[in-house]
């Protein structure tokens, strides 16, 4: 792998990891472009995953930091009898909620996980998965504004998100525009569904990070693909950081459409290239 190669799939990993365009699809679809092997490059889809996972640090650290010390607490309060006062402490009940929208999502990736890896065997999934994810956003971008935070949230709501979150698991079907669309769906407020959104994804790329980790060691690693490895990982976190902070505004300005027909583009032309050619 070159580093123009490592440059344009951290580049891509960054923003279609965050931006409602599905990062699975676009790397599986430039892996083939460039004829990079998969099992050559498991270790180095690790460590996007990791530059990705530190944009999301960067810019949500403030409430990564209140949660990890609002879990002591909660520790604190569990022991001492007080219970989980969730309604009292919405930090806490933000912790909670993550938690709860993760369990489905890791069961899915869990017990269908033979299931997606065989769907990239074909582009054609992809394609239909990228067209899908149009209309997510589609309906999402319609749903009426509403003032439903944390302290309205309930656990129906992050289940439902988490389920889908996991449904995202599928090429081609974003993992941030399915997840967004689940929250704005169950009427949360648009600032507070797109934190939601980016908090949720620590523990599912994380959880993906190390699914493929064992794999990934056990191909072994080139030293001398090192550079390009770092470079890309660097660059997927630069793109990260971008994408995060693009989110925010367009799902506040509510202009997730123009996404809807990026996706759609590509994914017709993607199913086409799939029926006709492949």
């Known amino acids: ?31 083939q472009w460039f004829g990079i092997q998969e099992d050559k490059v498991l270790l180095f889809a690790v460590l996007l995953h990791v530059g990705t996972l530190i944009s999301v640090f960067i810019v949500y650290w403030r409430d990564i930091a209140e949660l990890i010390v609002e879990l002591f607490l909660t520790i604190k309060d569990l022991c001492t009898g007080k219970g989980l006062r969730l309604q009292e402490r919405p930090v806490r009940k933000l912790g909670i909620m993550i938690i709860v929208a ?9 017990l269908f996980n033979d299931l997606f890896d065989s769907l990239y065997n074909s582009i ?4 239909i998965g990228l067209i899908i994810t149009g209309f997510l956003l589609v309906m999402a971008e319609r749903m009426g504004a509403s003032n439903r935070g944390i302290e309205q949230m309930n656990f129906r ?3 439902f998100i988490g389920t889908v979150q996991g449904i995202a698991i599928c090429p081609g079907i974003s993992r941030s525009g399915s997840t967004l669309f689940g929250s704005l769906i169950c009427n949360l407020d648009r600032k507070f569904a797109v934190k ?3 908090l949720i994804s620590i523990p599912s790329i994380l959880g993906s990070a190390v699914m493929e980790a064992p794999a990934a060691l056990e191909s072994g ?11 890309g990982m660097i660059v997927a976190a630069v793109s990260g950081l971008i ?7 367009i ?28």
């Open 1 to 31: 792998m070159s580093y123009f190669e490592a440059i344009i799939l951290g580049l891509v990993q960054g923003l279609a990891e965050f931006l409602p365009i599905s990062s699975s699809g676009h790397l599986a679809l430039l892996q």
């Open 251 to 278: 799902v506040s300005d509510k202009k997730l459409n123009y996404f809807s027909y990026y996706v759609w583009a590509l994914g017709l032309i993607v199913t086409c290239y799939g029926i006709f050619f492949a």
């Open 124 to 127: 054609i999934p992809i394609g």
């Open 102 to 110: 993760t369990i489905p999502t890791g069961i899915i990736g869990i």
């Open 196 to 198: 939601f959104v980016f």
């Open 221 to 231: 690693f080139d030293m001398a693909q090192l550079g390009p490895v770092l470079v």
């Open 157 to 159: 709501n992050a289940l």
């Open 243 to 249: 994408a995060i902070k693009t989110m925010i505004k």
